[in-house]
């Protein structure tokens, strides 16, 4: 069955980038039903949707975050990538990808990876 | 943006019992909406889509109503397994922005 795994390090020092790079596997992500999308949560509080990306490329971003983030894909690795620059402490948080169902119309997240912990700190 | 408001943002109640969560959107979002369960230390699990289809898999006690702005998630006879958090999510197309309402704790009385 479909799988993710996020992957990338686990520290970053703030004002620099954060990199992370989910990996699907059992299925294609060049799927034309689904986009695929970054979620986070910092420690004991909810999740902020991030952003999605369809393996054409095209992408939709968080207001909130827009200006910070950019969300990538390799369909020949079958990944998608998450960057966000000038990280502060307040990007402190688990990040999950996960599958985007889109039939015509965005659809609910019905596939997540376990969540990777990425703390901001020098 | 459209924001969601959950309620309440924390419940006790007991084995067997019916529990309803609501879910109240700033602006109209259709079918929209989607709920969650998350346990410490795991990944959320879609239960419901489009506010009432039940996720394959997904126990029947589960279910989901609403459309418009409010809408609801009701477990009807409550599991130990059930105690999590529940969070509700919009997909809104225009913006294209999927925001999360504020999560719920269930908590065994």
Known sequence: QLQLQESGPGLVK??????LTCTVSGGSISSSSYY?????QPP???LEWIGSIYYSGSTYYNPSLKSRVTISVDTSKNQFSLKLSSVTAADTAVYYCARQRWYQLPDAFDIWGQ???????S | AIQLTQSPSSLSASVGDRVTITCRASQGISSALAWYQQKPGKAP?????DASSLESGVPSRFSGS???TDFTL???SLQPEDFATYYCQQFNS???VYSFGQGTKLEIK
Do not use: Q
């Not at chain 1, 703030?14 to 990199?19: K, M």
């Not at chain 1, 695929?36 to 986070?40: A, S, T, V």
């Open chain 2, 45 to 49: 699990k879609l239960l419901i889509y």
């Open chain 2, 74 to 76: 009701t477990i009807s």
């Open chain 1, 115 to 121: 969540g990777t912990m990425v703390t901001v700190s």
């Open chain 1, 44 to 46: 004991g509080k909810g």
């Open chain 1, 36 to 40: 695929w999308g970054w979620i986070r």
């Open chain 2, 66 to 68: 609403g459309s418009g």
């Open chain 1, 14 to 19: 703030p004002s620099e980038t954060l990199s």
């Open chain 2, 94 to 96: 225009y913006p294209h």
